[in-house]
């Protein structure tokens, strides 16, 4: 299972975002998007994905970090009052509260550990399953826009021969 998106993902993600701004560019006018305005937001878009990249694995990294510090000391603490109190019966119940407290961190850390791992699995299949929404929308997107310019189409040569004064045959509305 994956946690992140891979690389070949966002850049999809990236390609489609871009694609969007051409397509609301040529709607807004005619003539498109100029060059320059598309490049800017290409190195924009680019630039957003890899520093949103570069910080998940940061934040994992230090989350990471924190936790192994802290199991150290929690087994370190363990360790150190093990000792002393197979050593000498006077500082008994001091040590089994440390003991005890130092295992209660140690299994926060586990808890932790194994809940940012359940989290992260959670995220990436809804991550995952939204991905695939989306380019299942794009593609359906895609055939309605196919079926509406051949209609456009049909509409066209239609209102060219109503205007020419050809009979017009009857439209199968079956079809559609």
């Not at 994956?2 to 397509?23: M, N, S």
């Not at 990294?61 to 019966?89: H, M, N, P, Q």
């Not at 140690?106 to 992260?120: E, N």
């Amino acid at each position: 299972m994956v946690f992140d998106p891979t690389p070949e993902e966002r850049a999809d993600f990236v390609v489609r975002l871009l694609e969007d701004h051409i397509r609301e560019a040529k709607q807004a006018s005619l003539r498109g998007m100029p060059f320059r305005r598309w490049q800017q937001l290409a190195r924009a878009e680019v630039a957003i994905a890899i520093a949103d990249a570069e910080r998940k694995v940061r934040v994992g990294e230090k989350i990471r970090l924190y936790l192994i510090v802290t199991f150290a000391c929690a087994l370190t603490t363990i360790g150190f009052w093990g000792v002393v109190v197979s050593r000498t019966d006077t500082f008994n119940t001091i040590a089994a509260v440390i003991i005890g407290l130092a295992g209660l961190i140690l299994a926060g850390v586990a808890l932790g550990l194994l809940t940012t791992a359940y989290v992260r699995r959670w995220e990436a299949v809804n991550r995952h399953r939204d991905w695939r929404r989306i380019l299942d929308l794009g593609r359906r997107i895609h055939i309605l826009r196919l079926k509406l310019e051949k209609e456009e189409e049909d509409l066209e040569k239609e209102r060219e021969d109503a205007q020419a004064g050809k009979p017009r045959p009857p439209r199968d509305h079956a079809k559609s």
